[in-house]
């Protein structure tokens, strides 16, 4: 599902911050060599989250599912000086790739690529973060939820990614669509937890913004 026409779209994309450099050229090697290249942030969006990262301005900031490294070059942005980035992906595949961009951005030497399952590696990370993003396997979000939960302090920010998924959270429910069951699932507990404060963007494929409290 298409929630705005292309016309609009791109009518947004040239009203809004223009994409750094590096971003447009890890755009065009993602669609050349990797496979899904849809999966990658954008322009946009991608904007959005550097702009959110700059008002929070934090210090550390976890990311669940690095991909080919475009989001977390966008929430490095808004980092401190002296400010960390914790990136954690499953495809160790894409390790250099992320590499190369993230030396490339001026941003590598703040940021900390991990390599393995989240829920492992959560728990072993000693810091508090002040922005977190989930854009992972959505099968574990309520698992990554509540992991990251435990790393935040009041005032953190947790976003959630894709949680609007194509437009399936308001049509009818296949039984066989678990993805879809569980982000329906997910988006009520967030509005529905006391812990967080939350609004729902229609930012793409839906962005979640989650105040902690």
């Known amino acids: 599902m298409h929630f705005l026409s292309p016309l609009l779209e791109n009518y947004i994309a ?45 210090k550390h900031i976890l990311e669940i599912g690095t991909y080919t490294g475009y ?11 002296n400010g960390k980035l914790h990136t954690i992906d499953v495809n160790e ?35 508090t973060f002040d922005l977190i993003f989930i854009d ?16 935040t302090k009041p005032g953190s920010v947790i976003l959630s990614d894709n949680v609007l998924w194509s437009g399936k959270v308001v049509e009818p429910l296949n039984p066989k669509d678990k993805a879809t069951k569980v982000l329906l699932d997910y988006n009520k507990k967030l509005k529905e937890d006391p812990r967080v404060e939350t609004v729902l963007l229609p930012i793409r494929d839906g962005l979640t913004l989650s105040r902690v409290l």
Do not use: W
């Open 71 to 81: 989001s977390a070059i966008c929430l490095a942005e808004g980092l401190q000086k």
């Open 93 to 127: 595949e894409l390790v250099n790739l992320q590499r190369r961009y993230f030396d490339k951005s001026g941003f590598g030497e703040q940021i900390i690529q991990h390599t393995g399952d989240a829920l492992h590696i959560i728990p072993d990370l000693k810091e």
């Open 14 to 58: 040239d009203h809004s911050e223009n994409e750094p450099k590096v971003l447009q050229e890890l755009t065009r090697e993602t669609h050349l060599k990797v496979i899904q290249p849809r999966m990658i942030t954008g322009h946009f969006q991608g904007r959005a989250l550097s702009l959110l990262s700059k008002l929070i301005n934090p």
């Open 136 to 151: 992972a396997e959505k099968a574990s979000y309520d698992f990554y939820f509540e992991a990251v939960l435990k790393k």
